[in-house]
C-alpha cells in the first residue's frame, strides 16, 4: 500500500517539482501540497486519512517548518514530520527541528533517489538525514580542542554578535569598528579556535 505523504512548500516551482517526482513514485501518495503549515494544518482534517509522512521547508511564511513540527503531531500524533533546509543547514535549526520531534532532515540540493530513499526509511520506522547534516551533528558530540589562544574582549564581542545573528555590518556598527576589522577579528578567530565557517562557530558556541 502506498505511503501518504504532504508536502509543504512555498516556492511553487520547488514544491511542484517535489510534487511531480515523489507522487510518480509507486512507493507514495500525494495526498496534499500545500505552501504553509497553516494552509496544512487547515486542509488536513478534510482528508480521508492522515498523511503518514509529512516534508516540510522550514523557512516558510507564518509559522516556520520547525514550529509546524509540534503542531502537526499535536493534530496528527501518528504523522512523521521531515524537514527540509537551503544547504549548509543552520545547526541551530537542525537542532531545534529534531528537538521539536522531526524525524529526518535533509538539505534541498540532496538528489531527489536520496531523498526518496530517506522518506522510505522514515516509513519504516527509522530516521534518515542529509550526510552534510548527520556531520553537524557528529562535530557537535566530538571533544572541543581547546584554542591555542584565548580569545580577546573584542573577539569574544564579534562571536556573541554572530551568535546573535549580526551581520558583518551590523557588528561593526555596535563594536564602533570597520567591516575590515569585523573580518580580521572573524579570521583570528576561526584560526585560534581551529575552525573554518560560521556554521562551525555556532555549532561550537552551544559547548562554550
Partial sequence: MP???????????VRQALDTYLCAQPEFECALAVGSVEAFLEQAPGLAAPPRLVLSDIGLPGKSGIEGVGLIRAQ????????????PGNPEWIFQGL???AVGYFLKNTPLTDLKAGLLAVAEGGSSMSPAVARQIVRFFQPVAAPNQPLSPREQQV???IEEGLSYKLIAVRLGISIDTVRGHIKNIYSKLHI?????LLARGRRW
Fill in 3 to 13: 505511503i501518504s505523504l504532504a508536502i509543504i512548500e512555498d516556492v511553487p516551482a
Fill in 76 to 87: 496528527l500524533p501518528g504523522t512523521d514530520v521531515v524537514l527540509l533546509t537551503t544547504p
Fill in 99 to 101: 528537538c521539536a520531534g
Fill in 159 to 161: 562571536v556573541q554578535a
Fill in 196 to 200: 573554518n565557517s560560521k556554521s562551525e
